[in-house]
């Protein structure tokens, strides 16, 4: 079974600092990959998806993500970060068998301004 | 477009009191449906998932139910609350059942069991 794991519970950077926030998988075939954000008592939104293809991924708010298969790793990078980042972030990973995502425990950022 | 709406917002309950959480979705016909719980502070944990009207599979046993008695409606339940029931509750829809299609969450639920 698939399996991820989100190294970091928390993040503390500075606004304007870059950011990477680490993912990593376990899966023995090709894993469709995902990242999410969630505000405060609020649902999950998207931010970004990787199927095939350009291991870079560009999201939304100037966030992209690299699939490096040899090392099972989708890490989240934003070069400069605003205050508004501040949330938790979840990496998810799916198969090809019909059920739904399985996501990390979460990584909560915050941004000092 | 579509809109997921999830009720209520919150709850606050009684332990060994029954619950129902709802989640309707507009403008899409046939969606996958599912329901996450979120411990506080936690990772997301997938309860149920159900592709079509009257069919819903369990994840994990929580001692919770769900059902899904019209195509645009998924109902959490169980007759007896918990104190670990406590949490966030997502509900979620994809377009079809393939894995690689992204979910879009409702704001949640939180439930808070005393």
Known sequence: ?113 | AQTIHQWPVAEIKAVGSPLSLGCTIKGKSSPNLYWYWQATGGTLQQLFYSITVGQVESVVQLNLSASRPKDDQFILSTEKLLLSHSGFYLCAWSLRSFSNERLFFGHGTKLSVL
Do not use: M
Request: net charge positive; proline share 5%.
């Open chain 1, 1 to 113: 079974a698939q399996s991820v794991t989100q190294p970091d519970a928390r993040v503390t950077v500075s606004e304007g600092a870059s950011l990477q926030l680490r993912c990593k998988y376990s899966y023995s075939g090709t894993p469709y990959l995902f990242w999410y954000v969630q505000y405060p008592r609020q649902g999950l939104q998207l931010l970004l998806k990787y199927y095939s293809g350009d291991p870079v991924v560009q999201g939304v708010n100037g966030f992209e993500a690299e699939f490096i298969k040899s090392n099972s790793s989708f890490h989240l990078r934003k070069a400069s970060v605003h205050w508004s980042d501040s949330a938790v972030y979840f990496c998810a990973v799916s198969t090809n068998n019909n059920n739904a995502p399985r996501f990390g425990a979460g990584t909560k950022l915050s941004v000092k301004p």
